[in-house]
């Protein structure tokens, strides 16, 4: 099998990349010929269609055809509304149906809840469970399954023993879904993409948690077992310090200047090469304000990062710069709520000619699940003469900085730090199991469909319709290599027996082993839905009448 | 609460003035990660249309964006690089091919199934985690900003062979990383 580095760099989680950064200088270089209010122009149109089109298709009742170009708008409805979740991603805010009255899931049925009443979940398709268990103070209901083309959506509700209300934030630390194997033996989890989502109702005393799992094995008529693990709360405060950062660095005296920095720096920075530390000479001799511009390479570090290495590995000695919580001179500087949480120790602060290095805080609680371990930032200055919030301008491994903050502005600025802290409700496992019974949710036809692309010619070889979408299954004929996933996407729509259509929404692609080691390919597409926000089912009047399927135009019996 | 989480909580209300904000704040990072991937391939007009996109995508899937550090810095990046990467694959820029060579591409025997989407990031991540300088910043303007190896050795001031040679050993890494994964799992 061959890969792409460039390819799977798409896949790798933001916050690998949050250290990179470019220069003003570059980015005003980079951007010189571009027009930002065009850029703003085209963001708020898209973003205001996008809005009127869910207003739209929600005031429509929940009857708007999938595919249909445009909708009459009826009825405006409020930002609220308009909140409904995709089916793969994070449900809303728990703020938004914690008002519901007690009856609110049974009234609305648990898919319309979640995902919206326009959603369309198609009802004699869903598997409806509703049996409880219990452990650790928590009743764990498991609620109701969609399958889909491998996996499919899991609903699950939560409530307390002792009918208490949950925290306003409160999320599932874990969730496993196996197949079980028919000598009883557990068998294989393999369910590779999970999204999830958390909604709070009746009043904050029951949590509602959706699972969605695409990609692994089909589960109809199969006994599968669930498994959640740990309910846990997060609180989120932010707060600025008592003190200014002239108290701090009349105690800690971390004001360095460039030639100081630059000279520990190269004591101690072995693997610098010795052409890069002498241009850091040169720059240093010629102008001192140039030298942190050159240190950059002109890329895309703001900091040397071997000069940020050097500072956070020697802000507890030589430097100075650690922080202890009382210094000898037996001023503190308590950070806020640090007296809530004193197991986080602050990094520390340096002031390099007119960059100010802010040292986040060791924030390791020992929980080796993430979704546990707190979060303890600074990222932003409080300038008392203003009152307005200053915001970092980079960021480097521990630290967040500053540009353009002299010794005058000290004794006006203010740390701010911001917590988000986790804290377990209930170390609960509550697992179930059940069988996953066939309704007719998962439709797969085989195909032969030839299709002509620019990275050669592909051929379609099956598709499934599920509730969820629609999955076709493609290979490379005439490639003795796997392509992978092809760049050209058709335009899809499922022609109904009664001749209307509902049109389909690329949702992108994998590659796949058919015949031989992925030698193949899966794309996805979802039902068009014109609400950003919003989440469309194939119903089952689509789902039981498909009659044919439309690639680019062209119409292909399903058989 | 950060301003970027406030930010955040404005777009899930469905807020186009926290959306105006967020491009303020962001807007000219996330043209300038996308000029600097494009690197000339891109006009002027896709570069906007590709930086008004990420805005989008952000307004879109405010939901299930849990920021990193509370930041959206990262996932605006990010979500910048790769936009303008699949636009310039889906036009097809010959351009791209430059990085589509032999330091770009994994060979890996024996792996089971779907491994490089499911798992290959994954070894990717550990790679990155694992890199000092000054491998960490050749990976980076190697493999996220796409940037030659000529002009990477230029950046740098180092010999163009000794970049190669470092990427070589980056990839060969990630390799045996990919290979070992694959083979017991």
Not at chain 1, 277 to 297: F, H, I, N, Y
Not at chain 1, 374 to 390: A, F, N, P, Q
Not at chain 1, 505 to 534: C, H, L, Q, T
Request: glycine share 8%; proline share 3%; charged share 30%.
């Amino acid at each position: 099998m061959k890969g792409k580095i460039t390819d799977m760099v798409q896949n790798v989680k933001p916050e690998y990349w949050k250290e990179i950064d470019l220069t003003q200088e570059e980015m005003d270089a980079l951007t010189k010929d571009l027009n930002m209010e065009r850029v703003k122009e085209i963001a708020l149109e898209k973003a205001s269609a996008t809005e009127t089109a869910a207003e739209n298709r929600i005031s429509a009742d929940g009857k708007a055809n999938i595919g249909a170009s445009s909708l009459e708008l009826k009825h405006k409805k409020s930002k609220r509304d308009r909140k409904i979740p995709r089916w793969l991603i994070p449900a809303v805010a728990a703020a938004v149906i914690c008002l519901g009255g007690t009856a609110f899931a049974a009234q609305m049925g648990y898919f319309d809840l979640v995902y919206g009443p326009g959603s369309k979940a198609p009802e004699d398709k869903i598997i409806k469970i509703h049996e409880s268990i219990a452990d650790q103070g928590i009743i764990m209901t498991l609620e109701e399954i969609l399958p889909g083309d491998g996996g499919g959506i899991i609903l699950m509700s939560f409530e307390r023993e002792n009918g208490e209300a949950f925290p306003e934030v409160t999320q599932i630390a874990n969730v496993e879904l196996q197949i079980l194997n028919p000598d009883g033996d557990d068998g294989e989890s393999k369910f590779p993409s999970l999204g999830y989502g958390f909604t709070l109702i009746e009043d904050g005393k029951k949590l509602i948690a959706n699972f969605s799992l695409d990609g692994g094995e089909q589960i109809i008529g199969k006994d599968i077992q669930i498994t959640a693990e740990t309910l846990f709360s997060i609180h989120y405060d932010e707060l600025a310090a008592a003190f200014t950062l002239e108290d701090y660095f009349a105690v800690h005296g971390n004001i360095l200047s460039l030639e100081e920095a630059l000279a520990v720096e190269e004591a101690m920075e072995e693997e610098l090469s010795e052409k890069r530390r002498q241009d850091l000479k040169d720059d240093r001799d010629s102008d001192t304000s140039e030298a942190v511009v050159s240190s950059e390479s002109g890329g895309a570090f703001i900091i040397d990062p071997a000069a940020m290495k050097l500072w956070a590995e020697n802000r507890s000695n030589s430097l100075n710069t650690g922080y202890t919580g009382e210094e000898s001179s037996g001023k503190q500087f308590l950070l806020p709520l640090e007296n809530r949480w004193p197991e986080y120790t602050f990094g520390g602060m340096v002031l390099v000619d007119d960059m100010l290095l802010l040292f986040d805080y060791n924030q390791d609680n020992g929980m080796d699940n993430y979704k546990l371990r707190d979060g303890v930032t600074m990222y932003s200055l409080i300038d008392d003469r203003t009152g307005e919030e200053i915001f970092y301008s980079g960021s480097k491994g521990n630290a967040a900085y500053f540009r353009g903050i002299t010794k005058e502005d000290l004794p006006y600025l203010r740390p701010v730090v911001s917590y988000s802290m986790k804290e377990i409700v209930s170390e609960g496992v509550w697992s179930f199991s059940c069988f996953v019974e066939d309704k007719g949710q998962v439709k797969i036809y085989t195909l032969d469909i030839d299709v002509p692309t620019e990275d050669g010619m592909t051929k379609l070889i099956q598709v499934v319709i599920t509730p969820m979408g629609i999955n076709f299954t493609g290979v490379w004929p005439d490639s003795e290599e796997p392509k992978g996933v092809p760049r050209y996407r058709p335009e899809v729509q499922l022609c109904l027996s009664d001749g209307t259509f509902a049109t389909m929404e690329d949702m992108g692609g994998r590659s796949e082993s058919i015949y031989g080691f992925n030698d193949g390919f899966k794309i996805r597409y979802d039902p068009a839905s014109e609400d950003p926000y919003g989440v469309r089912f194939l119903d089952s009047d689509i789902l039981d009448n498909v009659k044919s399927l439309i690639i680019d135009g062209r119409e292909y019996d399903l058989q | 609460m950060t301003e970027d989480k406030l930010i955040l909580e404005g777009l899930k209300r469905g807020e186009t003035d926290s959306l105006q904000t967020l491009i303020d704040k962001y807007g000219r990072y996330a043209a300038a990660v996308s000029a600097k991937v494009s690197s000339g391939k891109l006009s002027s007009q896709d570069i906007e249309e590709v930086t008004a996109d990420v805005f989008i995508a952000v307004w879109k899937t405010a939901s299930r964006i849990d920021p990193d550090g509370n930041t959206l810095k990262a996932y605006i990046g990010s979500t910048a690089r790769n936009r303008t990467f699949n636009e310039m694959r889906k036009s097809k820029h010959k351009e791209l091919q430059d990085i589509d060579d032999h330091d770009n591409l994994l060979t890996i025997p024996g792996a089971e199934e779907s491994f490089i989407e499911q798992e290959g990031a994954r070894q990717l991540e550990l790679l990155i985690d694992d890199l000092k300088e000054p491998d960490r910043e050749i990976f980076i303007r190697r493999y996220f900003f796409m940037e030659k190896v000529m002009d990477i050795a230029g950046r740098l001031n180092m010999n163009e062979k000794a970049v190669s040679a470092r990427i070589a050993r980056m990839k060969q890494r990630l390799q045996e990383s990919c290979m070992k994964e694959g083979a017991i799992r």
